[in-house]
């Protein structure tokens, strides 16, 4: 039997004609790479994308949860402000040193598989602080709690960037942080509703277990690229896992810090997440039922809507952002503006219930400037160092609070006049108007700072 070797040739026209479906990022049918030409329906990308953003929305649920508890922990733990501080603050120590480690991550390992794990530690510590029996455990629980959660929005930006046009990408990380914050309103008034029916510990059990349904939901469901569920990619970085050496680690964190706006956006939105969080997260309910003599679950209502007004102006910040083509003037208008905002809550003492819901909204909406950052960064760096530039900018973002909070118990106890009720200490309006001012000047350090920023115009600068 004779066998004939079929040689083909193909000319210019052909060649460009038939090559450019056998792109590498095309998926494999029956060995053979398919060429799609249909980008994801917006229904798949938000399914794959609210996945992840459901973890996110359970992270600010633990970040903020101790605010309306405070009373419960110290009682339990047999703790003074500057313990609980640090109680809660436990949490943003792992979340800020983990940034970095999960921006490469999500550069080599991709979306998926960090958000899968970290939802499982993350399950893990909520059962260990919801079983503490001594403080150090409660410690370690809210450890594994924030460094775990801490993957959660550099993995949604991540999912963003590969599963979105890059037109929607400010607006879309405006929408993860309403995920976040519709969390953080849980931890509020319905939580404290909740306590008045169970223990604090039972409540945490059962978000652990809703932790863990989002583990599985992440890993059945979730993917890197569209072309893993038969889309067209949009362009998102390639994942290679030979990437993930020491040596290049260590450049590409050295690679982002070569470029100005880096430095800059590290230090400038900690001042005004420090605030929202602190706020919050931790001293507010204490300071509105004391020096307002609002009830806990009015005061925990009352910093809901700050959160509320938080989610809400992030979205629309960043829309604007995009629509208007620029970053800085934006950011700037937004931190002026929740200046102002928060020198009226910390030192108008005599005000009506309205008047005090009005400063709050504005100075929560206000705050959502910050979510310009994250885009802001992005433009600012080359396109490859784009998950290791979130992770840098994130770590930023939460100084604010792993500082603040813990800063602000030391000078409530540093101010105590010895007053205790129901075995809680009673700090005077002073204490908190002291450490309400450290708040305030890191976030005027944050105004001033915005003015040596290089406006991007929504475009990528490298």
Same mark, same amino acid.
């Given at each position: 039997?004779?066998?004939?070797?079929?040689?083909?040739?193909?000319?210019?026209?052909?060649?460009?004609?038939?090559?450019?479906?056998?792109?590498?990022?095309?998926?494999?049918?029956?060995?053979?790479?398919?060429?799609?030409?249909?980008?994801?329906?917006?229904?798949?990308?938000?399914?794959?994308?609210?996945?992840?953003?459901?973890?996110?929305?359970?992270?600010?649920?633990?970040?903020?949860?101790?605010?309306?508890?405070?009373?419960?922990?110290?009682?339990?733990?047999?703790?003074?402000?500057?313990?609980?501080?640090?109680?809660?603050?436990?949490?943003?120590? #792992?979340? =800020? %040193?983990?940034?970095?480690?999960?921006?490469?991550?999500?550069?080599?390992?991709? @979306?998926? /598989? &960090? !958000?899968?794990?970290?939802?499982?530690?993350?399950?893990?510590?909520?059962?260990?602080?919801?079983?503490?029996?001594?403080?150090?455990?409660?410690?370690?629980?809210?450890?594994?709690?924030?460094?775990?959660?801490?993957?959660?929005?550099?993995?949604?930006?991540?999912?963003?960037?590969?599963?979105?046009?890059?037109?929607?990408?400010?607006?879309? #990380?405006? =929408? %993860?942080?309403?995920?976040?914050?519709?969390?953080?309103?849980?931890?509020?008034? @319905?939580? /404290? &509703? !909740?306590?008045?029916?169970?223990?604090?510990?039972?409540?945490?059990?059962?978000?652990?277990?809703?932790?863990?349904?989002?583990?599985?939901?992440?890993?059945?469901?979730?993917?890197?690229?569209?072309?893993?569920?038969?889309?067209?990619?949009?362009?998102?970085?390639?994942?290679?896992?030979?990437?993930?050496?020491?040596?290049?680690?260590?450049?590409?964190?050295?690679?982002?810090?070569?470029?100005?706006?880096?430095?800059?956006?590290?230090?400038? @939105?900690?001042? &005004?997440?420090?605030?929202?969080?602190?706020?919050?997260?931790?001293?507010?309910?204490?300071?509105?039922?004391?020096?307002?003599?609002?009830?806990?679950?009015?005061?925990?209502?009352?910093?809901?809507?700050?959160?509320?007004?938080?989610?809400?102006?992030?979205?629309?910040?960043?829309?604007?952002?995009?629509?208007?083509?620029?970053?800085?003037?934006?950011?700037?208008?937004?931190?002026?503006?929740?200046?102002?905002?928060?020198?009226?809550?910390?030192?108008?003492?005599?005000?009506?219930?309205?008047?005090?819901?009005?400063?709050?909204?504005?100075?929560?909406?206000?705050?959502?400037?910050?979510?310009?950052?994250?885009?802001?960064?992005?433009?600012?760096?080359?396109?490859?160092?784009?998950?290791?530039?979130?992770?840098?900018?994130?770590?930023?973002?939460?100084?604010?609070?792993?500082?603040?909070?813990?800063?602000?118990?030391?000078?409530?106890?540093?101010?105590?006049?010895?007053?205790?009720?129901?075995?809680?200490?009673?700090?005077?309006?002073?204490?908190?108007?002291?450490?309400?001012?450290?708040?305030?000047?890191?976030?005027?350090?944050?105004?001033?700072?915005?003015?040596?920023?290089?406006?991007?115009?929504?475009?990528?600068?490298?």
């Amino acid at each position: 039997m004779k066998v004939c070797a079929l040689k083909l040739e193909l000319t210019d026209d052909t060649r460009s004609t038939i090559l450019p479906t056998f792109q590498r990022n095309e998926p494999l049918r029956h060995g053979v790479k398919m060429h799609l030409n249909h980008s994801p329906p917006p229904r798949a990308a938000w399914f794959v994308w609210g996945l992840g953003a459901l973890f996110y929305l359970m992270g600010f649920f633990h970040r903020v949860a101790p605010a309306v508890m405070t009373e419960e922990l110290m009682r339990e733990f047999n703790i003074n402000a500057t313990a609980l501080g640090n109680l809660s603050a436990f949490y943003f120590y #792992s979340y =800020v %040193a983990m940034q970095i480690p999960t921006g490469i991550l999500a550069d080599t390992w991709g @979306p998926r /598989r &960090l !958000l899968t794990m970290g939802s499982l530690v993350a399950g893990i510590g909520t059962l260990i602080f919801a079983l503490a029996p001594q403080i150090i455990w409660a410690n370690l629980g809210r450890l594994l709690i924030g460094g775990s959660v801490a993957v959660a929005f550099v993995g949604l930006l991540k999912v963003a960037n590969n599963w979105f046009p890059p037109r929607y990408y400010a607006m879309v #990380s405006g =929408v %993860a942080l309403f995920f976040g914050i519709i969390g953080a309103v849980f931890a509020g008034t @319905p939580l /404290r &509703l !909740l306590m008045n029916h169970y223990s604090w510990r039972t409540v945490i059990m059962l978000s652990a277990l809703a932790t863990f349904v989002i583990c599985l939901g992440i890993w059945f469901f979730v993917r890197d690229y569209p072309h893993e569920k038969g889309y067209t990619d949009l362009g998102g970085t390639e994942i290679d896992a030979g990437k993930s050496s020491l040596q290049k680690i260590i450049q590409g964190i050295a690679d982002v810090f070569n470029y100005p706006n880096t430095w800059f956006l590290c230090v400038i @939105p900690g001042g &005004l997440v420090g605030c929202v969080l602190t706020f919050s997260g931790l001293w507010g309910v204490p300071f509105l039922t004391t020096h307002h003599k609002l009830s806990p679950p009015m005061a925990a209502a009352m910093t809901s809507t700050l959160l509320v007004a938080w989610a809400v102006g992030g979205p629309v910040f960043g829309w604007f952002s995009d629509r208007l083509g620029h970053r800085k003037r934006l950011y700037l208008i937004g931190s002026v503006i929740s200046i102002a905002g928060w020198l009226s809550i910390t030192f108008i003492t005599k005000i009506p219930i309205y008047g005090l819901v009005a400063m709050l909204l504005v100075t929560g909406f206000s705050s959502g400037c910050i979510i310009i950052t994250f885009a802001f960064a992005k433009e600012s760096v080359p396109s490859h160092l784009s998950g290791t530039v979130s992770g840098v900018v994130n770590m930023g973002v939460m100084m604010g609070p792993t500082l603040l909070q813990p800063a602000v118990g030391w000078i409530l106890d540093l101010k105590w006049q010895g007053e205790v009720i129901r075995g809680i200490r009673l700090y005077t309006l002073d204490a908190y108007q002291t450490g309400f001012s450290l708040m305030i000047a890191w976030t005027v350090l944050s105004f001033l700072l915005l003015f040596f920023t290089r406006e991007t115009h929504c475009r990528q600068m490298v």
